[in-house]
């Protein structure tokens, strides 16, 4: 959520406050344009916790030095907790589901009813937490550890990614592909991605397509 | 192929799931493949080549202003290529298309960015009024959503031509077909575990989740 999504989020709250005092309105909506960048849901506990502060008639200079200070933190908080943790931890497991013999149909519910869980208690509880503790949101969440959460996710996310290979490789087998060869090629190709890092999925994208394009080619020319 | 003003909605819907309103996650490739099979008449299809692209995107995170790509009208046209090439063949492509069409997105995105810093008001340069914050917002939402269901619909154009003139092409039977997209997806995994700790902090619980799962698919 950047600065103009803060500022139209924060509008119902601020309408209600200047009520009668267009000008405060106007001054109110400028302040809250500026600069924000914090990751979408956890947000909602900065928007919560400005909304109470501004209903509360703090000091404009005092809610842009909080909004400052909590920008990073639920930032770098919310990117490790819900995109490098809990998204793919729930769409790990539906992939599981889905090679366990789920439906599409159930596969798709379960990861849209598991991930949305999380998303809510993290959009709605945040805001929530915001307006009633105002300026002092930092104690909850200190209670709630989060950081070690977003570890603990990181572990079960490995855990069921090595599930998703495991049941592709068995799969396989059970339709007559060999296993050796292609659970050692897999296998290299996982070294391989762990060496080269974040950015190889960019590589690997032209790579396979490009692979794929010369198959084509081959067959068109046979 | 289904009708097309239906998908180039959805493909708009998709879109704005993805950043703009909500991110519910329905426009992730495992969802909004498995929705466009339905829409198509073919789940399995769609959920296959959703579920392999997914893979390939798993160790991207929207992280900053990083570059990333986009799961939902990239997955939608390519379970429509899928759908339209039948056999093996059909899977490849789908999967290179959702690929291919995820770095089109990727440039659409940046260029809506800029567009969205231009409309957006600046508060420094005078007093931004609510009006027009909220039109201002309403304005990029829009804007995103026409983003979304043109570059559905550019697929779709490419989606008829492979129906006509692809079909047929593809030597490889399919379980080799899967083998080779399963590859390719090894190494984005083998990036995932890295960028989550490594394999000294994790080798151990991919390896109990890999052979727990493997043992018991061929026993079961």
């Known amino acids: 959520m950047i600065g103009a999504g803060f500022a139209f989020s924060i509008l119902p709250t601020l309408r209600r406050v200047y009520e009668g005092d267009p000008e405060g309105l106007k001054e109110a909506v400028n302040r809250h344009s500026e600069h924000f960048n914090a990751h979408p849901y956890l947000a909602n506990l900065a928007l919560g916790a400005v909304c109470r502060m501004e209903m509360d008639g703090k000091a404009p200079e005092e809610i842009r030095r909080f909004k400052l200070a909590v920008r990073g933190p639920l930032g770098s908080l919310g990117d490790s907790l819900v995109w490098a943790g809990w998204r793919p931890v729930t769409v790990l497991a539906s992939l599981v589901l889905a090679l366990a013999g789920a439906s599409p149909g159930a596969t798709v519910l379960f990861f849209l009813l598991t991930y949305n869980l999380g998303h809510l208690l993290l959009r709605v509880g945040g805001f929530a937490v915001g307006l009633a503790r105002g300026s002092q949101v930092g104690d909850p969440l200190r209670k709630l550890s989060l950081p070690h959460q977003a570890d603990r996710l990181a572990a079960m996310a490995v855990f069921f990614l090595g599930s998703v290979l495991g049941l592709v490789i068995g799969r396989g087998w059970t339709f007559g592909v060999s296993v050796l060869p292609w659970g050692a090629m897999v296998g290299l190709g996982l070294i391989l991605g762990s060496r080269l890092g974040q950015g190889s999925w960019r590589w690997t994208l032209w790579a396979v397509s490009g692979l794929c394009g010369a198959i084509f080619l081959i067959g068109w020319i046979a | ?220």
């Open chain 2, 1 to 220: 192929m289904g009708d097309p003003f239906v998908l180039i909605l959805l493909g708009g819907f998709l879109a704005l799931d993805d950043t703009s309103v909500g991110q519910f996650m329905v426009s992730r490739p495992l969802v909004a493949g498995t929705i466009t099979g339905w829409v198509l008449g073919d789940p399995f299809l769609g959920l296959l080549v959703g579920g392999l692209i997914e893979l390939y995107f798993i160790p991207v995170f929207p992280v900053g202003g990083s570059d990333f790509p986009e799961g939902g009208p990239p997955t939608l046209v390519g379970v429509v290529a899928a759908i339209a090439v039948p056999g093996a063949g059909g899977i490849a492509l789908g999967v290179v298309v959702g690929l291919l069409w995820s770095r089109l997105a990727a440039v659409s995105i940046h260029l809506l960015r800029k567009a969205n810093g231009r409309i957006m008001p600046d508060p420094t340069r005078g007093v931004v009024s609510s009006k027009r914050i909220v039109r201002a917002h309403l304005t990029c939402v829009g804007l995103d959503f026409f983003r979304g269901s043109a570059l559905t619909a550019l697929g779709l154009g490419f989606a008829r031509w492979a129906s006509s003139a692809l079909p047929g092409l593809w030597p490889l039977s399919p379980s080799l077909t899967l083998g080779i997209l399963i590859l390719g997806a090894a190494i984005p995994a083998g990036a995932f575990v890295r960028s989550l700790g490594g394999w000294r902090k994790r080798g151990v619980l991919f390896a109990a989740g890999a052979g727990g799962f493997l043992i018991a698919s061929v026993l079961l």
